[in-house]
Every structure is written in C-alpha cells, then in structure tokens.
C-alpha cells in the first residue's frame, strides 16, 4: 500500500514563505509524476505545480516565479518552496503522486491527506 505524508503547512503573513514536503512510503512501487494541488474554501481544487520523473517542471500561471517545486527521488519526497506568499494563496494543499505497482503491474494516482496553508496578518 502506497501513502504519502504532506507537512510543512501552516499560518504565515503575507510576504512570508513556506516549504511543503510529501513523503511516498510503501513498497512495491516507483514513482512515476509528482505534483502539489490546493483547494481554498468554496472552490474546485486546482493544480499548483507538477514535476515528472526525469525532471522539468510545470506550474499555475498564478505561483510561477513565486513557487518552485522540486524532488528527491531517492527520498520518495516531492517539495513546494513556496515564497511572496499571498492571501489568495491560503487553500489545503494536496500532494499527488502517480505510482507503479509492480505486482501485479498497474498505475494508481494516490493523493496525500492534504496541509492547511493560511497567509494572513
């Protein structure tokens, strides 16, 4: 069984900057892209970044310059480095990963519980 761990999340004032990581545990599987989603209160969830397997990267026109996303393969570990945050940033932000199970062999898309991100004064 696949899961992933988001932390890092948290209260922090507008201007300020925060790091999320997500951490894939289980065995029996590779990962394949990885990508950090958020949802804030009373709307639809939305892709905020994504980083496949043999690199480049993909962001939301409205974190581009302001996010960076990065990962760890050998960790299992995807980051979100997050600066010049802004109150429109506040949102839970979920992790996703799409995995390969080796046995039997088969794709799953597996998300994380989730991390409270609020950017307020």
């Known amino acids: 069984q696949v899961q992933l761990v988001e932390s890092g999340g948290g209260l922090v004032q507008p201007g300020g900057s925060l790091r999320l990581s997500c951490a894939a545990s289980g065995s029996g599987f590779s990962i394949n892209a990885m990508g950090w989603y958020r949802q804030a209160p009373g709307k639809q969830r939305e892709l905020v970044a994504s980083?496949?397997?043999?690199?480049?990267?993909n962001y939301a026109d409205s974190v581009k310059g302001r996010f960076t996303i990065s990962r760890d393969n050998a960790k299992k570990t995807v980051y979100l480095q997050m600066n010049s945050l802004k109150p429109e940033d506040t949102a839970v932000y979920y992790c996703?990963?799409?995995?390969?199970?080796?046995?039997?062999?088969?794709?799953?898309?597996?998300w994380g519980q989730g991390t409270l991100v609020t950017v307020s004064s």
């Open positions: 980083i496949p397997r043999g690199g480049g990267t």
């Open positions: 996703k990963a799409v995995v390969v199970i080796l046995n039997p062999y088969r794709h799953l898309e597996v």
